[in-house]
């Protein structure tokens, strides 16, 4: 069966056991091994004089270099944007060449949760551009995340499933489950061509 990599924030739950082993029960379903970043790695205990923080960072790229595909919870993570360690895992796998394939639970374009976040420090400047209180753009092509999220993701061949379910923001398993078919539908079709 194919190995997925389950990106995202969902490691910062209080659940975050139980929540891997869900997302690893829907891959399982569709013919997929879910890998989780909380996954332990043979030969980890090699690593004895790193640090925590670099042993977490050297066991995700391994477990990254071993799946076909990644998965990410895009779900906007303390700010108006996903979180920065699923980003660095969707461009570490962009670069491996290998589909990603994103959702989030909600649907509000990036650029509007990112005037929300700004608050009274966006402003429209005189040409109609929105800027922030140092004068910086604020991205807007009217995509869901940072266009290099959104465009990494469709380029690769995967697909985005977003849906606005604030009530359910960390407990919609649904969205999941969408990325989970589609990459099964891709990556058992490479696999028989």
């Known amino acids: 069966m194919p190995r997925v990599y389950l990106a ?99 649907a509000r374009a990036f650029a509007a949760r990112t005037r929300e976040f700004l608050g009274a420090a966006a402003v429209l400047d005189p040409a109609g551009e929105w800027r922030d209180a140092h004068g910086m753009l604020v991205e807007d092509f009217g995509l869901f995340e940072n266009l290099m999220l959104d465009c990494a993701i469709l380029d690769s061949g995967g697909s985005l499933a977003i849906a606005e379910l604030p009530a359910a923001q960390w407990t919609d398993l649904a969205l999941f489950e969408d990325c989970a078919r589609a990459a099964a539908m891709l990556l058992l079709d490479r696999a028989t061509s």
């Open 8 to 106: 995202g924030p969902d490691v910062f739950l209080p659940d975050a056991a139980a929540r891997a082993e869900a997302l690893k029960l829907i891959c399982a379903r569709h013919g997929l091994t879910g890998v989780s970043p909380l996954d332990a790695l043979a030969g980890e205990s090699d690593w004895p004089t790193l640090s925590e923080a670099a042993r977490i960072h050297r066991r995700n790229e391994a477990h990254m270099r071993g799946c076909a595909a990644l998965i990410a919870n895009l779900t906007p993570f303390r700010g108006p944007s996903a979180d920065v360690g699923t980003a660095y895992e969707i461009g570490f796998m962009r670069a491996l060449g290998r589909p990603v394939f994103g959702y989030a639970t909600t």
